[in-house]
């Protein structure tokens, strides 16, 4: 079983849609993050939530940390093709490293 | 230019062959990570090290071997590469404190090993 769970595993939407993925686990956690990947590079950071409830904006993207601590959603409005890549939330462990869940893969189509 | 680099991008390689991937940081981060990128498995951590001369097994270390002399440096070696070690390894630093609320892993662009 893994440490976190995100649904759904693909996506593939018309521009101008929106769309929700999620972040699913049964422990409780002090932070999540979200990372977001394109095609041949590594993970960038998007945003760090940290209280139980925050929500923060990100231009078009919108993500809730679930008020028990154990989840998270990531919310975009009117997505765009550039918006198109692989989401990743992730924990922090004792020694800074992080543990991914396996991913959204998001395709925007023009 | 400061950042993480990854070298090589694309490397093939035979069953058996000791192979060597390099990660390079410029930031002077004390915290460096290894990962492996596959597909259902998402990122797996192999080894990471907190400081140079200081290395610690992550989730799936076996059949890897880092080490640590420099802090800019965290070579990883795969002693007799198998096939299952078919992958994108991804390199990756951060500050060795939490330094506000968005301090992020800063990765590499991979290396795509293939063992045949």
């Known amino acids: 079983t893994q440490l976190l769970e995100q649904s759904p595993q693909f996506l593939s939407i018309q521009e101008g849609e929106n769309l929700t993925v999620y972040c699913n686990s049964s422990?409780?956690?002090?932070?999540l993050q979200w990372y977001r990947q394109e095609p041949g590079e590594g993970p960038v950071l998007l945003v760090t939530v940290v209280t139980g409830g925050e929500v923060k904006k990100l231009k078009r993207l919108t993500f809730q940390f679930g008020d028990a601590r154990k989840d998270s959603s990531l919310h975009i409005t009117a997505a765009q093709p550039g918006d198109t890549g692989l989401y990743l939330c992730?924990?922090?462990?004792?020694?800074?490293?992080?543990?991914f869940g396996s991913g959204t893969q998001l395709t925007v189509l023009p | 230019d400061a950042g993480i680099t990854q070298s090589p991008r694309y490397k093939i390689t035979e069953t058996g062959r000791q192979v060597t991937l390099m990660c390079h940081q410029t930031?002077?981060?004390?915290?460096m990570f290894w990962y492996r990128q596959d597909l259902g498995h998402g990122l797996r951590l192999i080894y990471y090290?907190?400081?140079?001369?200081?290395?610690d097994k992550g989730e799936v270390p076996d059949g890897y071997v880092v080490s640590r002399s420099k802090t800019e440096n965290f070579p990883l070696t795969l002693e007799s590469a198998t096939r299952s070690q078919t992958s994108v390894y991804f390199c990756?630093?951060?500050?060795?404190?939490?330094?506000?609320?968005?301090?992020?892993?800063?990765f590499g662009n991979g290396t795509r090993l293939t063992v045949t």
């Open positions: 992730a924990v922090s462990g004792s020694a800074r490293q992080l543990t």
């Open positions: 990756a630093s951060t500050e060795p404190y939490w330094t506000g609320r968005d301090s992020p892993l800063h």
């Open positions: 930031w002077s981060h004390s915290y």
């Open positions: 422990s409780v956690f002090s932070s």
């Open positions: 090290s907190a400081a140079a001369d200081i290395t």
